[in-house]
């Protein structure tokens, strides 16, 4: 398995450009969800999803579009970016079922707008 | 929605020491509680968790204690070694439902001195 797998790794940006972060994981998980880590404010949520077709906002969502079209995949899409969004972006899986409730994070995408 | 604090920073022990992180969360509907290890440069991983329906959960050097009634819970790392230097995140969910939406605390930056 590979897990959850993030790119790019680095993404430099302009101001008003749009991208898409592309998210996959392998391990048939049905909860994804997009967090972004900026210094001293821990891992804050933009968006997730529960399962395929269903996803949701969540704190810091203002500036991003996600979709859940499949199992595997849950990209996160920054229609305008800008210098505010720069950040370090992390997509996240887990299983529903069993008792493990850990999210496995992927290594990471980031991102600077200038 | 669900606010986790997180106390100190930043700690700084000798080898050997223990070192303790607190965390209080606001909802009392949350249930899971798991703490996240994050090398510098590299994604969170999860070293422990705990349920609401136990009170201590140890796992080799690494304990977690959670007190539902004052809503906080706390990491204990004993014999501390080189390797347990990086940023420790805690958090708080309601797990199932809730979305399954993790809030993560700011982060304390765990510093283990020779």
């Known amino acids: 398995n590979a897990g959850v797998t993030q790119t790019p790794k680095f993404q430099v940006l302009k101001t008003g450009q749009s991208m898409t972060l592309q998210c996959a994981q392998d391990?048939?998980?049905?909860?994804m969800s997009w967090y972004r880590q900026d210094p001293g404010m821990g891992l804050r949520l933009i968006h997730y999803?529960?399962?395929?077709?269903?996803?949701d906002q969540g704190e810091v969502p203002n500036g991003y579009n996600v979709s859940r079209s499949t199992t595997e995949d849950f990209p996160l899409r920054l229609l305008s970016a800008a210098p505010s969004q720069t950040s370090v972006y992390f997509c996240a899986s887990r299983n529903t079922g069993g008792m493990n409730y850990g999210y496995t994070f992927g290594s990471g995408t980031r991102l600077t707008v200038v | 929605g669900e606010n986790v604090e997180q106390h100190p920073s930043t700690l700084s022990v000798q080898e050997g020491d223990s070192a303790v992180i607190k965390c209080t969360y606001s909802?009392?509907?949350?249930?899971?509680f798991p703490w996240y290890k994050q090398e510098l440069g590299k994604r969170p991983q999860l070293i422990i968790d705990?349920?609401?329906?136990?009170g201590e959960k140890k796992d080799q050097r690494i304990a977690v204690t959670l007190n539902k009634t004052a809503k906080h819970f706390s990491l204990h790392i004993t014999e501390t070694q080189p390797e347990d230097s990086a940023v420790y995140f805690c958090a708080a969910s309601i797990t199932p439902g809730g979305g399954n939406k993790l809030t993560f605390g700011t982060g304390t930056q765990l510093k283990v001195e020779l």
């Open positions: 999803s529960v399962g395929a077709g269903i996803t």
């Open positions: 391990m048939n998980h049905e909860y």
């Open positions: 909802d009392s509907a949350s249930n899971y």
């Open positions: 705990i349920r609401s329906n136990v």
